[in-house]
C-alpha cells in the first residue's frame, strides 16, 4: 500500500541504518517533539536499529500529556452538568484528572461522547438544541484548523448551543522554552510532521540559527525517522546548522495557507501552562474576542478548581526529556495504563505508555519481571 | 400476604467485595482487554470457582459417559444490528459456532435467547431469524430452545442475542491452552481486523473505494480437516473481541510461555489498513469473527497448514510465529523493519488518537 509499504520495508530501514552508523563518530542527543513520532519510535524499536552513541530524548509531543491538571478538572465539571453534552476525541477520556476521569464521568451517567471531527460535535449540537455541546478542543497546531472551523461553521450557521474548551499548544516556543533551559542538552530536533503541514517550516530558521541546533521536519513511520535521524547526524558531525525538509512529500515551507488562515480568524495566542513543564509565554491558542460566545471557559465559568497532582508522578521530567519513563519509580507499579498517575502513561502517544506497551520487556527493572501487568489488589 | 425472603449471606455475599479501582463497570471491561479480564477473574471466576473455570477456555469441557461435551456461550449486543457482510442473527450463531470448533468440538446443538427492544421492526427480526437459520444450515447445528423477552423502549439497544452451544469432541482431541508449550507454531487462517472495521465503517459512515464486509462465517471445515492430528493441535483461539493481540496474549498468560510472531506474515485488506491508519487503531486489536489460530506441535505445522489452504475459509492460512521460553506471558513481534517490540495485552477498548 503506498507511502505505507515503502516506509516500513525492512531492506530501507537496513540501509539507512548502515548509513547512520558508518556516519556517526561522537554521541549526540537528538529530541523528537511529536506524539505520533515517539509512538513510531517505540512501536518500531527504531532504537534497535542505531549505534549506541545515538540517543533519542522524548520531548513534550504528546498534546495530550500537557493540558493543564486545572483545565482537565474544569472539563470533568463541565462534563457533570445535565444541561451539557461534552465531546472529545478518544485519548483525551482516560487522562486522569485530580479524581475522576471523563470515562468515569460517562458511567456514572454523564453525557459524554466520543467523536472523531469537532465538525461531528457541531452536528450534535444542531441535533439537540436544548443542550450545550462542549467540544475539547486539545492538540497542537495540527487540530487547530479543524477546531477553527467548528467554530466558523457553527457561527455561519446560526448554532449557539456549541463552544469548545480550548487547549491548544504550539511547538517552536516549547523548543525555545527547553533550548534555553539550564538542563537542556539537547544537540538536534525532529520537529512534527503534521504540525509543520499546516505551519510549514519558516518559523524553525530563527530558532535553529539562536540556539544552534540542526532541525529536521520529519514524518511518522520508521523510515521517515531513520531518515530524519540521519540527515540530523550528518549535519551534527559536519557542524552544520540548517532546517531541513525529510517530509517534503507532504510538508512545504510555507504550510497550508489556507488552514492557517482559519488560525487567524478565530484564534490569538496566549500564554499557556503546559502540565509538568509550567508556564511557557505566548505558546497557545485562545479565541478571539469575538468568538466568546464559542468560548466554553467563558460560557461555564467554573470556580475553586483544586488540583491535585499525584506526588509520584514525574511526568514533568518525562515530558521534558530528563528522564525516561523507565526511570520512574512507579512506572509499571504503582503507575500502569489501567491506573494512570499521570498523562504520559495515558495517551498512547505519550511516553510512558508507549515504553509499557512496546518496549517493557528489555528494561526488567523496575516493571514486573513477566512483563506482564497483573493486579495485585 | 406479603412475604419476607430470607437471603443467605453465608456463602459470597458476605465475602469482601474484591478491592478495584473502579467503582462502576466502564465500557471498558468489555473490551476484551486486561480491565475486561480483571472483572472476569476477580469477580465471577473467583466466585464461582471450580475446575472447569479455571481452566480459562472459551468453552467448558466435561465428560458424561463416554463422552466428551463442550458447552459455551456468548452474548451479541452489536451496533448497528445490519452491517456489511451479516447481521446480530448470523454473528451469534457462528460465533458461538466458532467457540465449539475453538475447543476442538464438533457444534450440535445451540440455544439462541432475544432480548428485544420494544419498537423493533418485525421486518428486522425477520431478517435476523433467517440469517441464523442460514448460519445454522451452514454450520450443520440445530437451534434447539431459546427464550424471547421483550424490555420497554429505551431499555435497550434493539436487540441483544445470547446464544449458547454444545459440540462433541472427538477422541483424541485435546485443547486447552495450557497446552501451549515451547517450540509450538502458531497458525492464523486468514486476514485480520475485517470485522471490526466493516463495524465501524458502518457505525462512524466511512466509505472505502471497496466495501470492507464483515468475515462472519462457521469455521468447522478448519476442525475437520485437521482433527486427523490428533493432540498436536494444542490450542485453538478465535480472535473475536480484543483481536489477535488479545488473544495470544491470553493464552501466552495462561500457558506461561513466550511467542514470537511476525508482522509481516499477517495479512491485512489494504483498504482496512488505510481505515486503521485514518482511525489511529492498531489492526491487531481488532475483533474478527470468521478466522481462526491454532497453535500446534512443530511437526504438524507444515501439514495442519497445507490442509487449510485447500479449505475456503483458510486458504490465506500463515504460519505467524512460535512459541518460545523468553518472556513468558508476553507476546513479542518482529516488525517490518527488522526490531522487536512487544505486542501487549490491551487495558481496555481502544480509543482512536488525536493526531
Redesign the interface.
Known amino acids: ?1 503506498k507511502y ?1 509499504d515503502e516506509f ?3 531492506k530501507a ?2 540501509k539507512l541504518s548502515a548509513e547512520i552508523k558508518s556516519v556517526v563518530t561522537k554521541p549526540w542527543q537528538i529530541m523528537e517533539i511529536c ?2 513520532q515517539t509512538h513510531s519510535i ?5 532504537e ?2 542505531l549505534p549506541e552513541e545515538i540517543t533519542l530524548i522524548h520531548g513534550p509531543g504528546c ?2 500529556c500537557v493540558t493543564p491538571l486545572e483545565l482537565i478538572d474544569k472539563a470533568i465539571a463541565i462534563a457533570q452538568r445535565e444541561d451539557v453534552i461534552f465531546t472529545s ?6 487522562v486522569p484528572g485530580s479524581k475522576h476521569d471523563l ?2 464521568i ?3 451517567g454523564g453525557n459524554v461522547k ?1 467523536v ?1 471531527s469537532p465538525l461531528d460535535a457541531v452536528k450534535i449540537a444542531e441535533n439537540y438544541p436544548d443542550k450545550n455541546v462542549v467540544f475539547f478542543a ?3 497546531e ?2 487547530a484548523p479543524a477546531n477553527a472551523m467548528s467554530v466558523i461553521e457553527a457561527k455561519r450557521r446560526g448554532i449557539k448551543n456549541y463552544s469548545i474548551l480550548c487547549s491548544h499548544v504550539l511547538v517552536p516556543p516549547a523548543i525555545e522554552a527547553l533550548l534555553s533551559s539550564k538542563n537542556n542538552n539537547i544537540q538536534g530536533f525532529l520537529a512534527a510532521g ?1 504540525v509543520c503541514t499546516v505551519m510549514g517550516y519558516e518559523e524553525y530558521f530563527p530558532i535553529a540559527e539562536k540556539y544552534n541546533v540542526p532541525i529536521v521536519v520529519t514524518g511518522f513511520e ?2 521517515d525517522i531513520l531518515q530524519g535521524i540521519l540527515l540530523t547526524v550528518k549535519q551534527l558531525e559536519a557542524g552544520k546548522i540548517e532546517v531541513q525538509n525529510q517530509y517534503s512529500r507532504v510538508v512545504t515551507k510555507e504550510g497550508n495557507i489556507s488552514a492557517q488562515k482559519l488560525l487567524e480568524e478565530v484564534f490569538e495566542r496566549t500564554d499557556r501552562k503546559w502540565r509538568g513543564i509550567g508556564n511557557i509565554p505566548s505558546s497557545g491558542f485562545k479565541l478571539k474576542d469575538e468568538y466568546s460566545d464559542y468560548d466554553a471557559e467563558k460560557i461555564f465559568k467554573v470556580e475553586n478548581i483544586e488540583t491535585e497532582e499525584s506526588p509520584l508522578c514525574i511526568a514533568g521530567e518525562v515530558l521534558q526529556g530528563i528522564k525516561k519513563p523507565i526511570e520512574c519509580s512507579a512506572f509499571g507499579k504503582e503507575c ?4 494512570p498517575l499521570g498523562a504520559p502513561m495515558v ?3 505519550g511516553a510512558c505508555a508507549a515504553y ?6 528489555r528494561h526488567p527493572e523496575p516493571a514486573l519481571p ?4 497483573v ?1 495485585e ?1 | 400476604m406479603k412475604q419476607n425472603y430470607e437471603i443467605d449471606f453465608s456463602t459470597g455475599l458476605s465475602c469482601p467485595i ?11 471491561h468489555g473490551g476484551g482487554g ?2 475486561s479480564h ?1 472483572l472476569i477473574s ?1 469477580l465471577f471466576f473467583s466466585q464461582f470457582d471450580n475446575e472447569f473455570l479455571n481452566e480459562q477456555h472459551d468453552s467448558a469441557i466435561f465428560n458424561i459417559d463416554k463422552s466428551r461435551l463442550a458447552f459455551t456461550t456468548d452474548s451479541y449486543v452489536v451496533q448497528p444490528i445490519f452491517f456489511p457482510g451479516g447481521n446480530i442473527g448470523g454473528l451469534a450463531v457462528n460465533g458461538t459456532v466458532n467457540d465449539l470448533v475453538a475447543a476442538g468440538a464438533r457444534p450440535l446443538y445451540i440455544s439462541a435467547g432475544f432480548i428485544i427492544e420494544e419498537g423493533l421492526l418485525i421486518e428486522d427480526l425477520w431478517k435476523i431469524v433467517l440469517s441464523m437459520k442460514e448460519a445454522a444450515r451452514k454450520s450443520g447445528v440445530k437451534i434447539v430452545t431459546g427464550d424471547t423477552k421483550v424490555v420497554d423502549k429505551g431499555k435497550g439497544d434493539k436487540i441483544f442475542i445470547n446464544t449458547s452451544g454444545i459440540g462433541i469432541i472427538k477422541e483424541g482431541i485435546n485443547i486447552s491452552p495450557k497446552r501451549c508449550v515451547h517450540g509450538d507454531k502458531i497458525i492464523l487462517s486468514g486476514r485480520i481486523a475485517d470485522h471490526g472495521i466493516a463495524i465501524m465503517s458502518a457505525r ?1 459512515g466511512l466509505e472505502f473505494e471497496t466495501a470492507i464486509v464483515s468475515d462472519t462465517a462457521p469455521l468447522n471445515e478448519l476442525l475437520d480437516c485437521i482433527e486427523k492430528f490428533g493432540d498436536k493441535i494444542h490450542v485453538m483461539r478465535d480472535p473475536t473481541r480484543g483481536g489477535l493481540a488479545s488473544s495470544l496474549n491470553e493464552i501466552a ?1 495462561i500457558a506461561n510461555v513466550g511467542m514470537l510472531i511476525e508482522e ?1 506474515k499477517i495479512s491485512i485488506l ?1 483498504e482496512v ?2 481505515a486503521c ?1 485514518i ?2 487503531l492498531d489492526p491487531l486489536y481488532i475483533a474478527n469473527e470468521g478466522k481462526m489460530i491454532a497453535i500446534v506441535d512443530k511437526e504438524v505445522a507444515d501439514d495442519v497448514l497445507i490442509e487449510w489452504r485447500k479449505k475456503e475459509l483458510g486458504k490465506e492460512a500463515e504460519i505467524i510465529g512460535e512459541v518460545t521460553s523468553e ?4 507476546v ?1 513481534m518482529k ?8 505486542v ?2 490491551i ?2 477498548e481502544q ?5
Do not use: W
Open positions: 500500500m505505507l516500513r520495508d525492512g530501514a537496513r506524539g505520533g517505540l512501536k518500531y524499536s527504531i534497535e536499529l498534546p495530550v476525541f478518544g485519548d483525551m477520556l482516560r470515562l468515569s460517562k458511567a456514572k466520543m472523531y486539545v492538540g497542537f495540527t487540530t503534521h520508521p523510515i500502569t495504563p489501567e491506573r495517551s498512547t502517544e509499557f506497551h512496546y518496549g517493557r520487556y513477566s512483563g506482564r501487568l493486579s489488589s | 474484591p478491592k478495584s479501582d473502579y467503582e462502576h463497570v466502564l465500557l471498558a486486561t480491565l480483571q476477580k462512524e498468560e509481516e489494504d489498513k488505510g491508519e482511525l489511529g518472556n513468558p506471558g508476553t513479542v516488525t517490518t523493519i527488522g526490531s522487536k517490540r512487544i501487549d495485552m487495558s481496555g480509543l482512536p488518537r488525536i493526531c
